[in-house]
């Protein structure tokens, strides 16, 4: 599954010196070294003595650096197969590791969909030619998401998907979602739903508000995520089974997860990177400035994303559900497009944003403004993600030894300016083009190999 | 206004201009009105609509946009079903002026201005006015420009209509609307004889059955019943109140016969300022600014505009 990227070969000793490792599986946050032998952490969390440096041993200096295990993402689009127009597997996995992801979970809504075993092999097939990460395929709940009979779940199961979702539509009927929740029980997968009553987004492109009446785009009400919501925590907690709340973006939809959980009901949620950190003041241009009137940057096709970005007072509740662990991880919900898919009017834009190279650099944003912490940032992206894919997953959330040496080395002070061009993923469609973050993946490794390596790393073969 | 009452109504000002109007969804007063407007001022205008052109053979936007840049016209005239359709071709055209003739439910800037005009033309003023707009807000640009336009020039604005018709942010004002944002002062109402009491504009908007798509009141009956600008709701209003509508009327639906018809009516100068306001645009837009500077012959005839 793991290969070289580009021209890099990595040795099978790396010592990684001096950051600040960050491993909320084993509640760290220290200065120390971590050894890497045969694509395994041998050891973590202590000052290796200079005398006992194995021989041939790549050194990576990571002063003031964080070094934590590699991110998890439980929600991005490769569209291989079908849409290899928009993104393929060898292209989204580099993109994921320049933005420090060492696992994707891949969802189904490809062409065919990965409802049956040969998708899910082929995926698996591309993964471990090309692929720059590890690739965890999601599975269809109904046959070809088309929301009208269950898809062969413990075929799937069997096959290794990890969770099932007909993400890019949610299971609209109440009764099948039932079944769903019902059948997956002994499979032990959660079923991930995309939040989004289509009867009340109806034609919606953008958030319902002033904004959407400015500019005169039809608005999605914060009711269409909050009543499917809503329903699925009642079907959750009548069936026993495990629910998955896709791209939360409302306070109400908070509020409705908050009270599940108290309730002891059987669910997980994730929030994307840009719902916490930009609104639908966006849409108008400028950046999400005050700008009061429809200009030339308005309608920025870049910003059109389900569910659509929404108001301060939402931003500043999922803020508060991430901090407070009501919501379990961050997910991208990276969704590549062609050119041709946004240049277009913003109403024939198609929904979706390419997050996987700004991800860090845009949540890092809130950790410099003190509204996020860092190690609740970290656990977020990895032990929490791992909690919601299972106990066979934990060994990629952690810096234990033994544990396959996945992880990310990010200078959390370095400014960089967002340029499409430069990512490696096909999807070009970020309304952050132009912006500074601050905050830059230095170097990824998946099983002690060096995926992706930016420049002003300083290394060396002794 | 003054070329438009002329025998013979043509002035050089653009002569050797191309312009070209860009329809994609129907129009008869629009697109005449600019094509008049191009006319008179002796602009070549071509007509294009998206039926019966490369759109049907899936051209995009864009594609045709610049297809009408690389053929040197000066300026689009566009009307789309979209929203943002003509902020999207100026920014990817160079050169070429676009101008909003109704995109989607976003804006119709050229009727606003013609509204405008007519109001101040007929009251002298527009700044304290108290102007009632009736009906479908939710699916008008006419009444989002009107809006912008009544707001920014002083007047108090009130929308009157179906709840179901109203923008949801119009009913909870103070969650939605930014302090001090220009709009968080319209009024809102669903009673009719409240909102033209004491009103100097009482503006009729067309039912758009062509954008509704699920039952947003109970029944026409009920509509007229509620929400039908009638003689007898007027009298409410102050006693030289002008009585307007964007056209084209449904008459005995949102308005009556003879009030269409009646004194208080300015929809027929509706129309007519339309032209001398699309000119008067046209002239800006397509006239090089620089010439505009120099005080060039240009200017003297646009005066004569």
């Known amino acids: 599954m793991v290969r070289k990227s580009g021209s890099i070969l990595s040795p099978r000793t790396i010592l990684i010196r001096g950051g600040r490792l960050i491993d909320p599986s084993q509640d760290w946050d220290l200065i120390a070294d971590v050894l890497i032998q045969d694509g395994k952490i041998s050891s973590a969390g202590s000052i290796i003595d200079r005398t006992s440096i194995p021989e041939h041993c790549q050194i990576i200096d990571a002063g003031g650096m964080v070094v934590c295990p590699g991110f998890i993402d439980l929600h991005s689009h490769l569209r291989e197969p079908g849409f290899e127009h928009k993104e393929t597997i060898a292209t989204g996995t580099r993109a994921a590791a320049r933005g420090g992801f060492t696992t994707l979970c891949c969802m189904p809504n490809t062409e065919p969909a990965i409802d049956n075993v040969a998708v899910v092999e082929f995926i698996r097939r591309q993964a471990s030619a090309e692929g720059a990460v590890r690739v965890l395929p999601i599975g269809c709940v109904t046959k070809g998401r088309k929301g009208k009979e269950l898809a062969e779940m413990e075929e799937l ?50 958030a319902e508000g002033w904004v959407a009446t400015r500019l005169g785009l039809p608005g999605i009400p914060a009711a269409a995520e909050e009543a499917m919501i809503a329903r699925d925590i009642a079907l959750a907690d009548l069936t026993g089974g495990r629910l998955h709340l896709t791209h939360l973006s409302t306070a109400g939809s908070v509020s409705l997860l908050r009270r599940a959980l108290e309730q002891g009901i059987a669910v997980t949620a994730e929030v994307c990177p840009h719902h916490l950190s930009i609104t639908d003041r966006w849409v108008l241009g400028g950046k999400g ?47 590549p497009h062609d050119l041709a898919s946004k240049q277009v009017t913003y109403q024939d834009a198609s929904f979706g944003i390419s997050v996987l190279e700004t991800a860090l650099g845009s949540l890092m944003q809130l950790v410099h403004e003190d509204r996020l912490g860092l190690s609740t940032l970290v656990e977020r992206l990895t032990a929490g993600p791992a909690r919601v894919l299972g106990p066979d997953f934990q060994d990629l959330a952690t810096l234990r030894a033994g544990t396959p040496a996945d992880l990310v080395i990010f200078d959390p002070n370095k400014e960089w300016v967002v340029d499409p061009g430069e990512f490696a993923s096909k999807g070009k469609n970020t309304p952050l083009e132009g912006t500074t973050l601050k905050g830059r993946v230095v170097a990824t490794l998946v099983e002690g190999q060096v995926v992706f390596q930016d420049d002003p790393i300083s290394g060396r073969v002794g | 206004m003054e070329v438009l009452s002329r025998d013979i109504k043509k002035v050089p000002t653009l002569r050797g201009r191309v312009i070209v109007t860009l329809f994609y969804e129907a129009s008869t ?11 008179v001022l002796s602009a070549d205008v071509i007509n294009m609509s998206a039926a019966g052109s490369s759109v049907e053979k899936g051209e995009s936007l864009l594609n045709t946009g610049l ?107 103070q969650q939605a609307w930014p302090d001090a944002h220009p709009l968080a002062g319209v009024q809102i109402t669903t009673d009719l004889d409240q909102a033209i009491d004491g009103a100097d504009v009482v503006m009729a908007l067309r ?14 009956r009920e509509y007229v019943r509620r929400w039908q600008v009638t003689e007898d709701r007027l009298r409410r209003a102050r006693p030289n109140a002008l009585v307007m509508h964007p056209g084209p009327m449904n008459e005995g639906i949102e308005i009556s016969t003879d009030l269409a018809h009646g004194d208080s009516s300015v929809i027929v100068e509706q ?26 012959p240009q200017l003297s005839r646009a005066k004569a505009v």
Request: with cysteine; hydrophobic share 45%.
């Open chain 1, 289 to 335: 400035a005050d700008v009061e009137a429809a200009g030339p940057f308005s309608y920025d096709t870049s910003t059109k994303v389900y569910p659509p970005l929404r108001a301060d007072v939402d931003v500043e509740a999922l803020l508060e559900g991430l901090a407070d662990g009501v919501i379990a991880c961050i997910a991208t919900d990276h969704a």
């Open chain 2, 29 to 39: 007063r629009t697109r005449i009105s600019f094509e008049e407007a191009g006319k």
């Open chain 2, 67 to 173: 297809t009408l840049q690389a053929m040197g016209v000066d300026a689009v005239v566009i009307r789309h079903p979209h929203a943002g359709a003509p902020h999207f071709l100026a920014r990817h055209l160079e050169g070429v002026s676009v101008i909003n003739a109704g995109d989607g439910i976003h804006a119709h800037p050229t009727q606003a201005l013609l509204d405008l005009y007519t109001v101040r033309e007929k009251l002298g003023r527009l700044q304290g006015l108290k102007v009632v707009i009736v009906g479908d807000v939710m699916h008008s640009r006419v009444a989002r420009s009107d809006l912008w336009g009544f707001s920014k020039m002083g007047c108090q604005v009130t929308l009157c209509g179906p709840a179901t018709l109203m923008p949801s942010d119009f009913l909870r004002p």
């Open chain 1, 157 to 206: 199961a069997a096959a290794g998907v990890v969770a099932f979702s007909d993400d890019g539509d949610p299971v609209y009927d109440p009764m099948l979602m039932r079944l769903a929740l019902c059948y997956s029980r002994d499979l032990g997968l959660p079923i991930s739903n995309h939040c989004q009553d289509n009867s009340l987004s109806r034609d919606g492109v953008m």
């Open chain 2, 271 to 296: 129309v007519t300022n339309g032209v001398a306001v699309r000119m008067a645009l046209l002239y800006r837009l397509v006239i090089d600014q620089a010439a505009i500077n120099q005080e060039g």
């Open chain 2, 207 to 220: 039912l758009q059955t062509e954008r509704q798509t699920t039952g947003f009141f109970p029944s026409l």
